[in-house]
């Protein structure tokens, strides 16, 4: 695999890093605007379709052994490079009260990092023909009883009980792109596609699910300077039975293909953000330059939703694209919002998205949040006149978390690694990325958001841990409540918070640290009573033992854990989420006697996985 690739592929996954790098020397923000929007061609693809549950989970394709295979030459070396943590603030770090966590057990296992090396929905020209990929980035969400379940580059569809509807499909199966590899020799590269995300619109019935897809010389892997955006919107509430619209979004942005010219360009939009409001249909992303270095900031993209869910949107329509700035310059990670089922919409203005991002631009600490308002949205079905603003809300203070210790365990690929290699291997930290905005709702008239930041112990290192904001966005925005979510010894990480559309709330995230494995784990909260003990649904029964933090394939000693999870507000009232777990452990003997997979729980490369609950707050 070319060095150019693997690097750029680094640089690209390093948005932590980036953002410090990129936002060092841009001061504290105190205004903001959304200036002029441009357009940007979305096109009509044609359909796809979610083919019901059939076969097993088995590894079919290769079975080589890419644990022996020279790390810088082998296919699954497509990702490596860790997202690497800017530096832990050392002043003016928050020191909260500790949570209670308490068992409570629920739900079910989600996808795996066996499903997505080896899915068992992928027809016969995309069997085994996935890459190990680290980190699981967490997409969901519910319609009526169906469950739609994304991490990274496979879907399922399962229903509340958990039952499967559908087996994992590859995305790349499901969009009709090119396998990600084939593993022939010399190995074919397919397009490249990462971050998926997906949300039930309540008001019309409709699922949508994006990724982000770049594009790849099919000989050499390399970037060919291509980026895009897929959109896929089911034709009904039956996301199986009545198949898929499917649309792309060139987000290249060097003036070819329609789209706008911006600096450094080829560019890739990283990370699609998605929302809904009544009328529009958004997704935001960070954009890099492909070949250079640099960072073009946030990007907002504007659509009908009608015109994606009738399939109405002809080839070359035109929808608005913003590259909104605040008083410092670039923004980044604006999150759209979604909206609960029962819930309204906000109707002022011609129609209301919001949008909340952070402000901490050098990865240190801050006590800003950004509220943006997209308005005017009613004429995104015809003439695009919509507007965008922000306002800047004080809140409590957050920063740049840290990684995090891992309680020791089995790790079979390590022992392997030191075992034949007599590799220089340690358990690995947990990557817990930075203190973007995550997953942002809009319920009860408020919206609702959370970050990671870093906090103080009483006793011992500074620890990972979430702040979340409820915030009034209406006429001049303002704080309703905000607080913390820390635990006394271990740390908490990737929150995403839902609220039914009376108020109540939840947010599940990742519980980890030197006394407890990766778990999933939740809070409840709300405006007047704040968050409840930290619950944990499923806890994890071994340490990660993934490969993105080992020397022997490049890495530093911090493992990529996760970008986000995921959590969607059922039509009861029910908040189901998904979040990153251990779920399996095996010894090395086990490891070397199942040719790697420990019984189909774990691939050579990783043993990552998820777990869905719903609870009622």
Request: net charge negative; glycine share 10%.
């Given at each position: 695999?070319?060095?150019?690739?693997?690097?750029?592929?680094?640089?690209?996954a390093?948005?932590?890093?980036?953002?410090?790098?990129?936002?060092?020397?841009?001061?504290?923000?105190?205004?903001?605007?959304?200036?002029s929007?441009?357009?940007?061609?979305?096109?009509?693809l044609g359909?796809?379709?979610l083919?019901?549950?059939?076969?097993?989970?088995?590894?079919?394709?290769?079975?080589?052994?890419?644990?022996?295979?020279d790390?810088?030459?082998?296919?699954?070396?497509?990702?490596s490079?860790?997202?690497?943590?800017?530096?832990?603030?050392?002043?003016?770090?928050?020191r909260?009260?500790?949570?209670?966590?308490v068992?409570?057990?629920?739900?079910?296992?989600?996808?795996?990092?066996?499903?997505?090396?080896?899915?068992?929905?992928?027809?016969?020209?995309?069997?085994?023909?996935?890459?190990?990929?680290?980190?699981?980035d967490?997409?969901?969400?519910?319609?009526?009883?169906?469950i739609?379940?994304?991490?990274?580059?496979?879907?399922r569809?399962?229903?509340?009980?958990?039952?499967?509807?559908?087996?994992?499909?590859?995305?790349?199966?499901?969009?009709s792109?090119?396998?990600e590899?084939?593993r022939?020799?010399?190995p074919v590269?397919?397009?490249?596609?990462?971050?998926?995300?997906?949300?039930?619109d309540s008001?019309?019935?409709?699922?949508f699910?994006?990724i982000?897809?770049?594009?790849?010389?099919?000989?050499t892997?390399?970037?060919?300077?291509?980026?895009?955006v897929?959109?896929?919107?089911?034709?009904?509430?039956?996301?199986?039975?009545?198949?898929?619209?499917?649309?792309?979004?060139?987000t290249?942005?060097?003036?070819?293909?329609?789209?706008?010219?911006?600096?450094?360009?080829?560019?890739?939009?990283?990370?699609?953000?998605?929302?809904?409001?009544?009328?529009?249909f958004?997704?935001?992303?960070?954009e890099?330059?492909?070949?250079?270095?640099?960072?073009?900031?946030?990007?907002?993209?504007?659509?009908s939703k009608?015109?994606?869910?009738?399939?109405?949107?002809?080839?070359?329509?035109?929808?608005?694209?913003f590259?909104p700035?605040?008083?410092?310059?670039?923004?980044?990670?604006?999150?759209?919002?979604?909206?609960?089922?029962?819930?309204?919409?906000?109707?002022?203005?011609?129609?209301?998205?919001?949008?909340?991002?952070?402000?901490?631009?050098?990865?240190?600490?801050?006590?800003?949040?950004?509220?943006?308002?997209?308005?005017?949205?009613?004429s995104?079905?015809?003439?695009?006149?919509v507007?965008?603003?922000?306002?800047?809300?004080?809140?409590?203070?957050y920063?740049?978390?840290?990684a995090?210790?891992?309680?020791?365990?089995?790790?079979p690929?390590?022992?392997?690694?030191?075992?034949?290699?007599?590799?220089n291997?340690?358990?690995?930290?947990?990557?817990?990325?930075?203190d973007?905005?995550?997953?942002?709702?809009?319920?009860?008239g408020?919206?609702?958001?959370?970050?990671?930041?870093?906090?103080?112990?009483?006793?011992?290192?500074?620890?990972?841990?979430?702040?979340?904001?409820?915030?009034?966005?209406?006429?001049?925005?303002?704080?309703?409540?905000?607080?913390?979510?820390?635990?006394?010894?271990?740390?908490?990480?990737?929150?995403?918070?839902?609220?039914?559309?009376?108020?109540?709330?939840l947010?599940?995230?990742?519980?980890?640290?030197?006394?407890?494995?990766?778990?999933?784990a939740y809070?409840?909260?709300?405006a007047?009573?704040?968050?409840?003990?930290?619950?944990?649904?499923?806890a994890?029964?071994?340490?990660?033992?993934?490969?993105?933090?080992?020397?022997?394939?490049?890495?530093?000693?911090?493992?990529?854990?996760?970008?986000?999870?995921?959590?969607?507000?059922?039509?009861?009232?029910?908040?189901?989420?998904?979040?990153?777990?251990?779920?399996?452990?095996?010894?090395?003997?086990?490891?070397?006697?199942?040719?790697?997979?420990?019984?189909?729980t774990?691939?050579?490369?990783?043993?990552?996985?998820?777990?869905?609950?719903?609870?009622?707050?």
């Open positions: 695999m070319e060095s150019r690739h693997r690097t750029t592929l680094v640089r690209l390093s948005l932590g890093a980036a953002l410090a790098l990129t936002m060092g020397s841009i001061g504290s923000a105190t205004a903001a605007s959304g200036g929007h441009q357009t940007v061609a979305i096109k009509r359909t796809a379709h083919s019901k549950a059939g076969g097993s989970k088995s590894a079919t394709g290769t079975t080589s052994t890419e644990i022996q295979q790390p810088e030459a082998g296919p699954d070396r497509q990702i490079g860790n997202k690497s943590y800017a530096h832990v603030p050392s002043t003016n770090v928050p909260p009260a500790t949570s209670a966590v068992s409570a057990p629920s739900g079910f296992a989600g996808l795996d990092h066996f499903h997505n090396r080896f899915p068992d929905g992928a027809s016969a020209a995309y069997a085994g023909n996935q890459f190990s990929l680290e980190p699981p967490q997409a969901l969400c519910i319609g009526g009883s169906t739609i379940e994304s991490v990274n580059t496979v879907v569809v399962r229903d509340t009980s958990g039952a499967e509807l559908t087996k994992a499909v590859p995305l790349n199966q499901f969009f792109l090119a396998p590899i084939v022939s020799s010399p590269y397919g397009d490249f596609t990462s971050d998926p995300k997906c949300l039930y008001a019309t019935g409709r699922f699910l994006t982000l897809q770049l594009d790849i010389d099919p000989g892997g390399n970037f060919t300077g291509g980026s895009h897929y959109i896929a919107v089911s034709k009904s509430s039956d996301p199986i039975a009545d198949g898929w619209y499917t649309f792309v979004v060139n290249t942005n060097d003036g070819t293909g329609g789209t706008p010219n911006h600096a450094g360009c080829p560019c890739l939009g990283d990370q699609p953000l998605i929302g809904t409001d009544a009328n529009g958004y997704f935001t992303t960070n890099f330059p492909v070949f250079t270095a640099g960072f073009n900031g946030a990007m907002v993209y504007a659509m009608s015109a994606l869910e009738s399939g109405a949107i002809s080839a070359g329509q035109t929808q608005a694209i590259q700035t605040l008083a410092e310059g670039q923004a980044y990670s604006i999150q759209p919002a979604t909206t609960p089922p029962g819930g309204a919409t906000e109707s002022a203005n011609g129609g209301t998205e919001y949008f909340l991002s952070a402000l901490d631009f050098n990865g240190a600490t801050d006590n800003r949040i950004a509220v943006w308002k997209l308005t005017n949205t009613s995104l079905a015809t003439s695009a006149d507007h965008l603003a922000s306002s800047i809300v004080a809140t409590e203070t920063g740049q978390p840290p995090v210790t891992q309680k020791p365990g089995s790790t690929l390590i022992d392997y690694l030191r075992a034949t290699k007599s590799a291997e340690h358990l690995s930290l947990l990557n817990s990325n930075d973007r905005m995550n997953q942002v709702v809009f319920a009860d408020h919206l609702w958001g959370a970050v990671n930041t870093a906090v103080k112990s009483p006793t011992g290192p500074t620890r990972s841990a979430i702040a979340w904001f409820i915030v009034n966005p209406s006429g001049t925005p303002s704080l309703v409540r905000n607080g913390y979510v820390s635990v006394a010894t271990d740390s908490v990480m990737f929150p995403a918070v839902s609220a039914t559309a009376a108020g109540s709330g947010m599940s995230f990742t519980l980890a640290g030197p006394n407890t494995y990766p778990s999933a809070v409840t909260l709300d007047t009573h704040g968050t409840s003990s930290v619950k944990v649904v499923k994890g029964v071994g340490p990660a033992d993934g490969f993105t933090g080992l020397v022997s394939f490049a890495g530093n000693g911090v493992e990529r854990w996760g970008d986000y999870g995921a959590s969607a507000v059922a039509a009861d009232g029910t908040i189901w989420f998904a979040a990153e777990s251990i779920n399996q452990t095996c010894t090395l003997s086990e490891f070397v006697a199942t040719n790697f997979r420990c019984g189909d774990r691939t050579q490369l990783a043993n990552w996985g998820s777990w869905i609950a719903g609870v009622k707050p």
